[in-house]
């Protein structure tokens, strides 16, 4: 019995993994239906030849492609490092300053006894001093930091604008570069959404898609108050999961699919999906059940970042994840 194609959309995550033609042909001939440009590495400007070749990778497919810009918005990053570094459990680094650059924003909220989440929490440092610059932290988890990784400051209240001046640029060439869909993080607001759509609309892109990222508390606690303005919900794990001790994360998740069920909004579940792909050519069995119960649950669109960004089996993890789509729709039409 021929397939049929799937009725939800499968994105992977551009990036020096996957971004030629062939491979990201490839990609969408295993079933891959967009992809994600994110947007805290490159410029849309700079990612020209990226953009340039899943258009045509596409076409060779007879396909549209869609193409996702995934904006800096309010998330909190490392700035550029000119390698990465190595930090080790016991150490102390200086943040800021002279040391590990973090944006200005931060700076204040870097108090004694301070947590510091890097690399969606993958280390964990403690401030241990204030300088004039930054502050002194001791590594409490290690491992290796590159730049432009996320940051994460548990409890410290800070209020980043919704765009950066690089999101604004990038927002003025959207439409022209066949961006079909937006997606703002950290969204704690309907304003939030609002000042990107009218940013959208003022640049020829009333048609572009807006989704809405949940990534922290706020906005967890808030999506009833802008579940009507985004076109589509992002459960974005990668972040959401440093807002709250990890094994709480599936409840959240499972909350925010019930919500979106209820008001008929399509949601979207992302991150470490195939996380282990990124080394390995065969997925584990809970990355595959977490795909599967993802669709049974309702997600209109299942997405893949590091995988095929950087990951060494690019086609591969599509084609587990769009496998993996179907068999769960075949499960949710005939059990
Ligand atoms: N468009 C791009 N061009 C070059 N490198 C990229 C691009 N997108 C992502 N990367 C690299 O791939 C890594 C994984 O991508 P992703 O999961 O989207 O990033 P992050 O974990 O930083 O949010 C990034 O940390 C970055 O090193
Ligand atoms: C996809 C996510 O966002 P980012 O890659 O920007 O951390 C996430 O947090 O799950």
Redesign the pocket.
């Known amino acids: 019995m021929k397939e049929q194609p799937s009725a939800r959309q499968i994105y992977g ?4 993994a996957c ?1 030629d033609v062939e491979t990201l042909e490839a990609m969408f001939r295993a079933g891959m239906t967009g992809i994600r ?2 947007l ?3 410029t849309l400007a700079q ?1 020209a030849d ?1 953009v340039d070749a899943l258009h045509k990778a596409a076409q060779r497919c007879g396909k549209q492609a869609e193409l996702l810009i995934d904006m800096q918005g309010p998330e909190l990053r490392v700035g550029v490092l000119a390698e990465p570094l190595t930090l080790n459990e016991g150490e102390v680094f200086e943040l800021g300053g002279k040391g590990i650059p973090l944006p200005e924003i931060a700076i204040p909220a870097l108090l004694p006894g301070q947590e510091v989440l890097l ?2 929490g993958k280390l964990l440092l403690r401030v241990t001093e204030q300088t004039e610059t930054g502050a002194v932290a001791e590594v409490l988890r290690g491992g290796v930091l ?1 730049g ?3 940051l994460a400051l548990p409890g410290a209240d800070l209020e980043p604008p919704t765009m950066t001046a690089s999101d604004v640029e990038n927002i003025r060439v959207a439409a022209s570069c066949g961006v079909t869909g937006v997606m703002q993080p950290f969204v704690r607001s309907r304003r939030d959404l609002e000042t990107v759509r009218q940013a959208l609309d003022e640049n020829g892109g009333a048609n572009i898609r807006l989704f809405a990222k949940i990534e922290n508390q706020t906005g967890l606690e808030r999506l009833p108050e802008f579940l009507e303005t985004a076109d589509e919900i992002v459960i974005a794990r ?1 972040d959401l999961g440093n807002a709250m001790p990890l094994w709480e994360l599936s409840a959240a998740q499972k909350r925010i699919e019930a919500q979106c069920r209820k008001a008929g909004k399509p949601f979207m579940v992302v991150t470490q999906m195939l996380a282990s792909m990124e080394q390995n050519p065969v997925p584990t069995r809970a990355e595959v059940s977490d795909i599967f119960n993802a669709v049974a649950d309702g997600a209109a669109a299942v997405m893949v ?2 995988e095929t ?2 990951g060494k089996w690019p086609v591969e993890v599509i084609r587990y994840l769009s496998n993996t789509v179907q068999a769960a729709e075949r499960f949710l039409r005939e059990g």
């Open positions: 995550t551009i990036g020096p971004a440009l994110n805290s590495h490159v990612a990226q690399d969606d590159r432009r990784k996320s990668g970042t590091g960004a950087v």
